[in-house]
RNA sequence: GGGUAGAUACCGAAGCGGUCAAACGGGGCAGACUGUAAAUCUGCUGGGUAACACCCUACGGAGGUUCAAAUCCUUCUCUACCCA
């Protein structure tokens, strides 16, 4: 059985559940830090195990570019090439289509990117996308969308998510006519569109049950919409998905983000804030988010974050990690990357344990006030 | 003792009669970041004012020329280098 719902809380659509992968099981809600080309980066894949991260992601696009099909296929796919035996999530391409707006044309029958490397043309079909996601060898790999930005009038976001279907039908397809090229079982999982309005999203989603996807992921979010809408509209996908099967919020979010989603009854995450963040000099803390150059920190000799048991926040000062970002020293990135996806992972396996104790709105309600409220001070 | 080149904001450094509270770096102070073209990007950085306007103080010191001086002249002080 690839996912088992364990307990949905009585007063929310919060739940717990397991998916189960050749490559290790993943209790969820989780969060999947980014790893997009192969890295999580600034941090290595020991320290991942430390954390105890149970799932990286990859991204299609990028390990298609460097190092290619041809080196990713001759080193035994990513799993032995970046040496990490746990579950890998790759996403498709789809998101590319949206950040590299500039440098690529959609088609009908795909999309073609020009190389943000190079300059060189590509053509990623649904067919192709899956094939690249053979030879990388994820354990779940993401149909390629159209993720329509934001805004987006009804007409062109109507288009937008009929080929997004069209391409997710095809995807499936050739997933059914593929198969795993490693000893390992793969699965796939469709991406919702329908942009911010509600009926394309309930069409969109009652379209991708029927594909009977092994999981299925809403998309289209976190691209500069209002909070609001991005929760109304997750509100609306979670009513309408099946509680059989995983259900993944591409791209979010914020800790905030992240546990009303799970409210609403997501299983999975990821988002690169944590890790862009972290080089950038935010933390997370449950105190807030801070940034680690202000100069209130110059002799602040206490932990990262009081009340998080982690590597990184128990072993150094404010200060001294101050005074890394400061230098710019290479070990700042890395300690505040280490930190801020401890955080991250910790911020789920809480919500975990208090929806199995059933306890998880007000546990979430009194986190958030702490959150929220250093924050503004 | 003689000569030459300099002295500009926290530091370095442009500007060489009006469009200069003064380019550009650095440093400092803040902010942003949501399926990663991001160890990136943005703003502020003489004082007063919530803020535009405006006012005040400012380009080593003092004095002068001019309607107008960081910019021209005189002189002083200091710095670097060269010659004795």
Redesign the pocket.
Known sequence: MFFELTKTSESSKARVGSISTDHGIIETPIFMP????GT???VEQRELIELDAKII?G?TY?LYLRPGNEVMHALGGLHRFMNWNRPILT??G???V???N??RKIYQYGVEFRS??DGSKHLFTPESVVNTQRIIGSDIM??L?E?APYPADYSYTKKSMELSIKWAKESRISFNNTASIYNHQQYQFG?A?GGMYNDLRKEYLQQMIDIDFDGN?I??????EP?ELMYEITDISTDILPKDKPRYL?????PE?ILQSIEMGIDMF????P???A????LFTTNG?I?I????Y?FEEKPLDENLDSYASNNFSLAYLRHLF?S?E?LG?QLASLHNIAFYLNLVKEARKHILNGDFELWKKNYLENYNQSNKL
Not at 270 to 273: A, G, L, N
Request: charged letters at 20%; glycine letters at 12%; aromatic letters at 4%.
């Open positions: 980014v790893g997009t080309a999580v980066k600034a992601l991204n990028h996403d498709s789809g998101y590319q949206f950040s590299l500039e440098i943000h490397i993401m149909v969308d993720c991406i569109q992921a998309g289209g979010l976190s691209v500069g909070t591409m791209g979010v979010g914020t983000n990821d988002c690169v804030m890790t862009r963040n080089r950038n000099g935010q988010k940034n150059r202000n100069a209130k110059k400061i710019d290479i990135l």
